[in-house]
């Protein structure tokens, strides 16, 4: 199970840090990645984190001012978002699987999302 929190309001330019709390079976969860999904736009992949090497990977539209981490001991991940921009209004959503499908729509196991509001 997969819970996302930390959405908010904010103005440009301010930050934000989204939570992934994870539950469950941890071989689900070698790999997590946060997908974001704006109203009339198809979800896309922001960042995606390989939680036994720590291994990053980003969407170039949030490079430099998104960073994703991992608390082991919370089973929890993170997505600070920095210099936010109306355009990263959003719906986040936290992913995790098995396999490393970097900022593809494959993952199998899905939060309900957070929305982001950046005005």
């Known amino acids: 199970q997969l819970v996302e929190s930390g959405g908010g309001s904010v103005q440009a330019g301010g930050s934000l840090r989204l939570s992934c709390a994870a539950s469950?079976?941890?071989?689900?969860?070698?790999?997590m990645a946060w997908f974001r999904q704006a109203p009339g736009k198809e979800r896309e992949g922001v960042a995606r984190?390989?939680?036994?090497?720590?291994?990053?990977y980003y969407a170039d539209s949030v490079k430099g001012r998104f960073t994703i981490s991992q608390d082991n001991a919370k089973n929890t991940v993170y997505l600070q978002m920095n210099s936010l921009k109306p355009e990263d209004t959003a719906m986040y959503y936290c992913a995790a699987d098995f396999f490393n499908f970097q900022l593809s729509q494959q993952y199998r196991n899905w939060g309900r999302g957070t929305q982001v509001t950046v005005s």
């Open positions: 984190i390989a939680t036994g090497s720590g291994n990053t």
């Open positions: 469950g079976y941890t071989y689900n969860r070698n790999c």
